[in-house]
């Protein structure tokens, strides 16, 4: 009887031992499988990536038609100290966004045009043909903010560097390329802040669709500032939108905030209802 016991518990043990190699194996197997999938990221690879951006960036403004879209701006002012909440208005309106061909010295420029209809303030409707927002907000998130980071000659102004891993971003896996302004950059590189014209020195980073190639978000701080300004940041999220029967990467929702000595004013701007412009098209 105890010979029989020995002999069954040999027979358990085996099986376990048995089970537990079979386990290892299969784990084995199965992480060779997944690193074997993943992209090899390096310098060639950064390459390639600043070279499809640069297609798409130089060839964005000339391909975008004329466009509306339903914009919501929320704007807010708290007090630093305690982030108690000082002011928060949002602003409803229809806008258009069109491609001007403007023609200086014999050659042609494109300048991109945005008009907005005031439909609600704070819930109320209004009836307000043209609107100036008042306070902070992102300027140039339909062209200029993807253009002048990685357009071929802007590219020119920045050093950049790519993230080794894999990230994720709104379910989309992507690359995360990161840039900061050289030391000297063109003039091309500006922005305003209370009427005055300052030069851009940024830094920043851009989540890159893995599949797509096309950019998901651009985010940077600014580090040239203005006086009494402690930081200042943006960023802006692109997507697919359907114009007409194509496609174009255009704006989905845009953030800035402005850090001031004893106040902090941030802008939300989220855009929908895209539809490409046509005389049929009417404003309700």
Do not use: C
């Not at 690879?45 to 466009?67: C, G, M, Q, Y």
């Not at 929320?74 to 966004?97: A, P």
């Not at 000659?153 to 790519?162: A, G, M, R, Y």
């Amino acid at each position: 009887m105890v010979s029989l016991t020995k002999s069954f518990y040999r027979v358990q043990l085996k099986i376990i031992f048995r089970k537990i190699f079979y386990f290892l194996i299969i784990s084995l197997l199965i992480s060779s499988f997944s690193l074997s999938q993943e992209p090899i990221i390096n310098s060639d690879t950064l390459e390639t990536l600043l070279v499809s951006l640069a297609t798409r960036a130089d060839n964005f403004e000339r391909s975008l038609p004329d466009f509306i879209t339903t914009e919501t701006l929320t704007q807010e002012s708290l007090e630093k100290k305690d982030n108690k909440l000082l002011d928060r208005n949002i602003t409803v309106s229809r806008l258009t966004g069109r491609q001007l061909q403007i023609t200086k010295k014999g050659s042609t420029q494109l300048d991109f045009q945005e008009i907005r209809q005031v439909q609600s303030i704070n819930g109320k409707t209004v009836k307000v043909d043209r609107f100036k927002s008042r306070g902070p907000q992102v300027d140039g998130v339909f062209s200029s903010i993807l253009l002048s980071h990685f357009a071929s000659l802007d590219q020119n102004d920045f050093n950049f560097s790519l993230d080794s891993q894999i990230h994720n971003l709104r379910n989309r896996p992507s690359y995360l390329i990161k840039f900061v302004s050289r030391p000297k950059v063109s003039e091309r590189q500006y922005y305003f802040f209370e009427g005055k014209r300052l030069i851009s020195r940024q830094e920043g980073q851009a989540w890159i669709d893995k599949e797509t190639l096309a950019p998901l978000r651009i985010e940077y701080k600014e580090i040239n500032l203005a006086k009494n300004i402690e930081s200042i940041t943006y960023s802006v999220d692109y997507s697919t939108v359907l114009l007409g029967e194509d496609t174009f990467l255009l704006p989905i929702q845009a953030t800035s905030e402005i850090q001031e000595k004893k106040v902090i004013n941030r802008v939300f701007q989220e855009y929908s209802d895209y539809k490409k412009f046509s005389t049929d098209i009417k404003f309700e």
